[in-house]
């Protein structure tokens, strides 16, 4: 293997270079928006080596097998850090740079500290009652949303992607918010903020920060709201941890559009950009993961019935509870959740991270602060974990594995100590929305999408038919 050296300077026109003096390969283009086509260049380029990209004027680094990520996460994971802004420029930093993603050490503890207990495991569970109706209310609704096209009275068709991603941003709006988040905010705030994050190019330019300003204003005004109607809202509870860093009741509605001064251990803008962060940048994410677990199914009518067998075996059960089914880590429904996180990951790669040591990571040595990105699609499918058929939908497998075979083989909520807070919450989404579909529709696909009986499927395939069992 050929050993490479980094040179500390990531910018500009600083060289990466092997032992040799050899330039380490790059993609010699503006690599912002990573999509799956980098990710089948840098394979054809480099192969399994570690490659560079250009993020505008920045150079990071590429990973994408098992043990470089394992190297990766070796030895300071607790201390790893986002580079400014994400490595996404000014505006992303207006928007999201005050977020608890965007910070470390004691400040990243307390801001989680405040955060996590909202979204724990418990907290999921007693959540269900309230995705479970509002899951219903979305499915009651589909049949007739967006002009469904029929081809039978019975049978209607709905594009996935797009009608996942309204039900992922009700839902998400739902964790914070609970009963605060009517149905006249909802239409307030959901065309524009959806459309927005459907596009990252969009979500990034300077209209989007007015746009999100609606949202602000909606999200200080809770205080006031919960005390006043005796509502419980998790926004709420998170508050008070603003209220603990000494900020009055005037500054924070007056703070709707301006940064605070001295920053504190959790301000006013670490919870508002928090809150864009949990709601903005996670609907395109969930409506994409839920709606890749559908497209899967449909193109795997085999695996469809059988674990709609399951679910009707587990229902007819005295014992039977959703919340115990869902939380289940040996059932049909993990393994197809998990599945289609492998296989059609919602990223295709994951925001920079810096290391704060320096360490070898596949033969690349780097310095720390060095920005490394994961390919998680090439992850998820490297054959040295997943054997021979990678790339092949097939959730049985996961009956057959443990969690640690695949420790450093797939990326689901992040990595290293800083995953997904919302982890639990998603999980919940996810599963319970498989069950309510799988109960009520058989899904096929629709208009010659003839996807292979055991092939992968991407959430912008299409369409799907519906036909109620």
Known sequence: MTLLVLTAGQQYGQSFTNVSGEPVKELQRDTRFASAQLSREGKDLAGDDPYIIWNDRLRELVISTPKQLQDFLSRDAQDHYKPKNMNLGHYAGRLLGQCVAQQRGQKWKTMRSHFD??????????????????????????????????QKP???????????????????????????????????????????????????????????????HFSPRVKLTTSQQGIRCPAEHIFRGVEKGAM???????????????????????????????????????GSVLASIFINLALNVFFQETLRAELKARKSQASYTVADYIAQQDSLLHCVTLESLRISPALAFSPAECTSVEKIIGGCIIPAGTPTVIDIRRLNTHPSVWGSDAEVFRPERFLNMTPAQYRY??????????????????????????????ERYIIGPFQGQKGEEKGPAKPSNGEILFTPV
């Not at 207990?117 to 589909?142: D, G, K, T, V």
């Not at 509605?253 to 709601?279: K, N, S």
């Not at 999980?427 to 799988?438: E, G, P, R, S």
């Open 409 to 438: 083989a797939m990326l689901r909520f992040g990595i290293g100590p800083g995953k997904c807070m919302g982890k639990n919450m998603a999980d919940v989404l996810l599963k319970m929305t498989v069950i309510a579909v799988v």
């Open 117 to 150: 207990p909202e979204f724990s495991y418990q907290s999921s569970r007693n959540i269900i009652p309230i995705f479970s109706e509002s899951i219903n209310r979305w499915l009651n609704a589909l049949p007739e949303a967006n002009l469904a096209v029929r």
């Open 154 to 216: 019975s049978e209607f068709a709905q594009n996935a992607t797009k009608e996942c991603k309204r039900l992922a941003f009700r839902l998400i709006a739902l964790s914070l918010y609970g009963d605060l988040f009517t149905e006249t905010v909802r239409q307030e705030t959901h065309v524009e903020v959806v459309q927005s994050t459907s596009n990252n190019r969009k979500a990034l330019d300077g209209q989007f920060s007015e746009k999100l300003g609606k949202f602000q």
């Open 248 to 286: 009055t009741q005037t500054e924070v509605r007056e703070a709707a559009y301006v940064i605070p001064g001295p920053p504190t251990d959790f301000g006013v803008w670490q919870f508002l950009q928090t809150l864009d962060e949990i709601l903005f940048t996670n609907i395109d994410i969930t």
